[in-house]
């Protein structure tokens, strides 16, 4: 078994002994290129790839593959994270409304149609449109597909593509319009946002969180229940079986942005360097232990540190809305509290650690890595030394994951199979194969590595280690629970979570706070957390509805979650979960309290498509014979439960009217509440 | 009998006619859309049009509000509107308002009775001390059916609820007649049935004694066609309310409800009362003698109100009514080239519009500054379509964005109304 894919140091090859083994691909390739692109092994000459990648810096030289793929992996992170997570270009089906019918043969089914310039404009000969009639207000009557068969500057006519049914062709000649024509079929109810993300998501947005193991095994055990991401970390651990730890190597974008950073701004510190050596190498372990330890006890810790959480959520609040601002409105960049500025500080801690040591986080400190180091125990192929070994320490100085011992040989838990000691050294003695091939090899600890076998110090040392994790773990989570949500008192604060959130107490031992669901929200209508709930709720999406009301043709959140805390609704389904109820404050809504007219929130809920808020007359003033005097009085909001979702588009107008922008209220008059009985969860 | 005679007629034709080549009926509707088929009545304040599509027949009514023209067998047919209206005779109209009046509309069988359990059908006249809209029928139907239309047909169907369970008790069922006959005429806007019930409730006899149902049977009967039958009853009033201003305005007797406003505002109400002859004179066409009296009613709003509260709320109305007609005028054509902008209320605040006029056409429409979070795609999508149109009347808003849309249109119409020379 050979992995090998390094690209070997050229090596001038010694007169009569033997002439290196070339491949024919590598052959191939040499006919075909122009002879300054390949390396002159005789003169030691570097062909102009390897001339470009040198200049790219050594590890490419090394070791291009792993470059090559942890590029890509980061270029397709991005574009996941900011691009396809990006709702703002979603706009409402396109459609051209507003034509009339002038004449329609219900036999044919053929139609002429009037309609206004523009409208005629944009439509050719030729092309497939669906018609739909729109004559009664409360009910869009689909017509079907037709072709447009002429346009005239003010008409247009179309006919049929398949054949219709007679209910559809009376209906058509019936009608008093307008009609609409638009590319895709016209939905009274809009489902833009939903669309766009589908028509975005090539592969799941939520990729590198759900391969990241950590994160589906303790929710997994947090929550004592079967979470879907599982499936793919069993095959990235499968996969890591055959390339170990090859997620930290090759695939993780939090560690090359952790290269880009040591790359660009570590390196330039180098008195902050610390040791080979110290009590934080096995930290990681430790980490892990306590994380799994609090999973254990209901408590999930794990999203503060785990790998892509902490990258995701590291972007949201720094990258995101600066995105948000530069291209939708600065006005549109919600705002931030502590809990923003935890997070921020735990991410540019995660790449600070790079001045005590390039890939210091990911070595030492990172649990989801550690979760691989165990994964590689089980490991088929590893690095293996031959005894062609000239000890002259190249691949120490490369190693990236400090995996190589002062004998040359390999920290197996540690590498990750980057190969880019294979590509520096000057004999070509390393070599990637099968765990139990064993010909050829130098012999160990030659130079002495000066490590013993666990010794009574050493297993003290540890038996204490793991005691103080676990010990730590247990503590954390019964911190957390006892300062947190307290579920059990009554009284306990309540957010409000995205529709098709489990309940509660599942849904903080779900929700992995890896900030997926904020990037995907139209207008941040789900915004962090603070510390409202203790340190058990920091981070979990609620609903700020102040800020914004969940977009009706949006199911986005549930689409994206990586642990099923926010189960993924179709927008059906969506449309009917309740998150919350709006409830209405008779001492400070303005016609209530007599102040002054006003239906914000009733407009908006209808135009929203819900028509949850019905009008009350109040303060009617009445004759002397107890009839009501007309044009007294105001209409006043009243809620009906059966229909409100608590989506807080009514709270959001109320807020920004109201409050932000007339300065009548001190906080807005319809606020949604949510709690037992009041949400679908 | 004429329809029978037409319907007969059109079987025939049915029957003679190769498939597909009928000689349709054409109506013509206001908004330009043509409907062929058999126009099979055009009496009861609609036009009902049949379609034969294989083999079953499928109808549909058109509120003659929005029907331009029928022509019938090739030969334009009166339903018009104005005097036109008058044409019919009281046999016809009675003969449609008792075959309306006693069925029941289509809907009711699947409108869900709803109502608060506390609610008291025995309706007791007057209501107990104390305003409580779930306990007092009148006063639940006042608060909570009457300002939601999709309350509305329950509303009718609690009234049928109360007339089956009060059968005999002659002074609840009066109670509940008129008020199926006021929500049928200013809910529903069903003629015949309001007719119908407010007659069956004696409004014909006495129509001062409960005047807004005098207005109400009035209306009613001018909106079925018969000018002078809704002349008789608004002449056999002793007493008139406001209403009867807009009704005499509506029927084309302009001098008479200019006097009628005259007379009422030096006793009662005279912001409403100049509101309503500012309304008449618009009806009638006369835009500038409109304005007069809106313009009367903002001042009548400063000087006569009863409180502060009240004088807030006609100056109002005066104002929005004055905007209203800057609307109704305004054409591209009569302003002067430029470049104007003005605000107006959106879903987050503010939305600032700047219209550019040039050579009487609007050349562009841009949103120069908004507070909008959400639906900001109306914010690209409305500005065309205002250009499209040249003008606001009929202006499509934005799917889902309608609130962004409808405040672009006003700070838009605002802009273009600074530019009038």
Not at chain 1, 161 to 188: C, H, N, Y
Not at chain 1, 284 to 304: D, E, N, Q, R, T
Not at chain 2, 127 to 134: E, L, M, T
Request: aromatic content about 8%; some cysteine.
């Amino acid at each position: 078994m050979r992995l090998n894919w390094f690209l070997p140091m050229i090596r001038r090859p010694r007169d009569g002994i033997r002439q290196l083994k070339r491949r024919r691909l590598v052959e191939t390739l040499r006919r075909i290129l122009p002879a300054a692109c390949s390396s002159d092994w005789t003169t030691k000459r570097r062909g102009l790839g390897r001339t470009f990648l040198r200049r790219l810096g050594l590890s490419w030289l090394a070791s291009p593959v792993r470059r090559v793929v942890q590029s890509v992996c980061l270029v397709t992170f991005l574009i996941l994270f900011f691009y396809v997570c990006w709702p703002y270009d979603a706009r409402p089906a396109q459609s051209w409304p507003g034509f009339i019918p002038i004449s329609v043969d219900a036999v044919s089914g053929r139609a002429t149609l009037t309609g206004n310039e523009t409208t005629t404009d944009l439509l050719q000969p030729g092309s497939r449109l669906h018609a739909s009639d729109a004559s009664d207000q409360a009910q869009l009557v689909t017509l079907g597909r037709f072709e447009i068969v002429s346009v005239a500057e003010n008409s247009v006519e179309l006919s049929p593509v398949e054949k219709l049914s007679d209910d559809i062709l009376a209906a058509m000649a019936l009608s008093t319009g307008p009609w609409s024509l638009s590319r895709e079929p016209l939905q009274l109810w809009p489902n833009h946002y939903a669309n766009n993300l589908a028509r975005k998501e090539k592969i799941a947005a939520e990729f590198f969180l759900v391969i990241d193991p950590l994160v589906s095994f303790s929710t997994a055990v947090a929550s004592r229940s079967w979470v879907w991401s599982l499936t793919s970390a069993v095959i990235i651990l499968v996969v890591c079986v055959v390339v170990p730890r090859g997620f930290c190597g090759y695939l993780c974008p939090l560690g090359t942005t952790i290269d880009l950073f040591d790359a660009l701004i570590g390196k330039r510190f180098t008195r902050f360097r610390v040791p080979d050596d110290g009590w934080w190498v096995h930290v990681k372990y430790y980490l892990l232990l306590a994380i799994l330890v609090a999973a254990v006890s209901g408590v999930l810790i794990s999203g503060f540190f785990a790998a892509i959480p902490v990258i995701t959520r590291g972007l949201m609040f720094t990258v995101a809305p600066l995105q948000t601002g530069w291209s939708v409105g600065w006005h549109q960049m919600p705002p931030m509290h502590s809990g923003h500025w935890l997070s921020i500080t735990l991410f540019f801690t995660v790449l600070g650690l790079g001045v005590l040591k390039p890939r210091f986080w990911c070595k030492y400190v990172c649990p989801s890595g550690a979760v691989f180091s165990l994964g590689n125990l089980f490991r088929v192929s590893q690095r293996k030394v031959e005894s062609s070994c000239i000890h002259c320490n190249k691949c120490v100085e490369i190693c990236p994951f400090d995996a190589i011992k002062p004998d040359f040989t390999t920290r197996t838990t540690d590498c990750t199979l980057c190969q880019s000691c294979g590509g520096v050294c000057p004999t070509h003695a390393i070599k990637f194969v099968g765990r139990w091939e064993i010909a050829g090899l130098k012999s160990a600890n030659d130079p002495p590595t000066g490590e013993t076998p666990i010794g009574r110090r050493g297993f003290v040392a540890t038996g204490v280690g793991l005691l103080t994790a676990t010990a730590a773990g247990a503590a954390t989570a019964g911190a957390t629970s006892l300062l947190g949500a307290r579920l059990d008192r009554a009284n306990s604060p309540r957010p409000i979570r995205p529709p098709g959130s489990v309940a509660e107490e599942e849904f903080l031992q779900k929700c992995i706070r890896c900030a997926e669901c904020f990037k995907v929200c139209p207008s941040d209508v789900l915004q962090p957390l603070g510390f409202l709930q203790g340190l058990e709720g920091l981070w979990t999406p609620h609903v700020v509805a102040d800020w914004a009301g969940c977009a009706s043709s949006c199911n986005n959140c549930g689409q994206v979650c990586p642990t099923g805390a926010i189960r993924a609704l179709s927008l059906e389904e969506k449309k009917s979960t309740r998150i919350g109820l709006a409830i209405v404050d008779s001492n400070s809504c303005l016609p209530l309290a007599g102040r002054e007219a006003c239906q914000l929130c009733v407009d908006e809920c209808n135009a929203a498509g819900y028509h949850a808020i019905e009008f009350v007359q109040v303060r009617t003033e009445v004759d002397a014979t107890g009839m009501p005097i007309e044009g007294t009085g105001f209409l006043a909001p009243v809620v009906v439960a059966e229909k409100c979702v608590g989506c807080g588009l009514c709270q959001t107008r109320c807020y920004g009217i109201n409050v932000a922008a007339k300065k009548l209220l001190m906080e807005s008059a319809i606020v949604i509440k949510t709690g037992p009985g009041l949400e679908d969860r | 009998m004429q329809s029978l005679v037409r319907a007969i007629i059109a079987l025939m034709f049915l029957f003679s006619t190769p498939h597909g080549v009928l000689a349709d009926d054409i109506v013509e509707l206001a908004n330009g859309a043509k409907v062929r088929g058999k126009v099979v009545s055009h009496q009861a304040g609609a036009i009902v049009v049949e379609v034969v599509v294989g083999g079953k027949t499928y109808s549909r009514k058109y509120d003659r509000d929005i029907v331009k023209s029928v022509i019938v067998d090739g030969s334009a047919i009166p339903i018009g509107t104005g005097e036109k209206k008058t044409a019919r005779s009281k046999t016809e109209i009675l003969a449609e308002i008792k075959l309306a009046g006693e069925s029941l509309p289509d809907w009711f069988e699947a409108t869900k009775l709803s109502y608060p359990p506390t609610l008291d059908l025995d309706w007791p006249i007057p209501p107990p001390k104390g305003w409580d809209n779930s306990k007092n029928v009148g006063q639940f139907v006042w608060d909570r059916i009457n300002p939601n239309p999709n309350q509305w047909r329950n509303g009718v169907k609690l009234m049928h609820h109360i007339l089956d369970i009060h059968h005999g008790n002659t002074a609840v069922t009066k109670q509940a007649m008129l008020a199926l006959g006021s929500m049928y005429h200013h809910l529903l806007v069903d003629y015949p049935r309001a007719a119908y019930w407010l007659q069956r409730a004696g409004v014909v006899n006495e129509p001062d004694r409960d005047v807004h149902a005098g207005i109400q049977l009035a209306d009613s009967y001018w909106q079925l066609g018969s000018k002078s039958m809704a002349k008789d009853v608004v002449d056999r009033m002793r007493r008139r309310p406001l209403h009867a201003i807009k009704l005499l305005g509506d029927m084309g007797e302009t001098e008479e409800a200019i006097r009628l406003a005259e007379s009422f505002s030096k006793f009662s109400e005279p912001v409403t009362c100049f509101l309503y002859a500012g309304d008449v004179y618009r009806v009638a066409g006369n835009l500038d003698a409109s304005e007069q009296y809106y313009r009367k009613a903002l001042q009548a709003a400063d000087r006569d109100a009863r409180d502060n509260d009240h004088a807030k709320r006609d100056r109002q109305r005066a104002e929005a009514s004055l905007a209203a007609i800057e609307f109704y005028r305004l054409k591209p054509t009569e302003i002067t080239d430029g470049t104007y902008s003005a605000s107006s209320l959106g879903y987050e605040g503010q939305v600032e519009v700047a219209v550019q006029v040039n050579a009487g056409r609007i050349t562009s429409v841009n949103v120069t500054k908004h507070q909008e979070k959400q639906f900001y795609s109306s914010i690209s999508d409305t500005p065309p379509r205002i250009i499209a149109k040249q003008g606001f009347a009929n202006v499509d808003t934005v799917a889902g964005a309608t609130i962004t849309s409808e405040a672009i249109i006003n700070a838009a119409a605002k802009a273009l109304a600074k530019g009038k020379p």
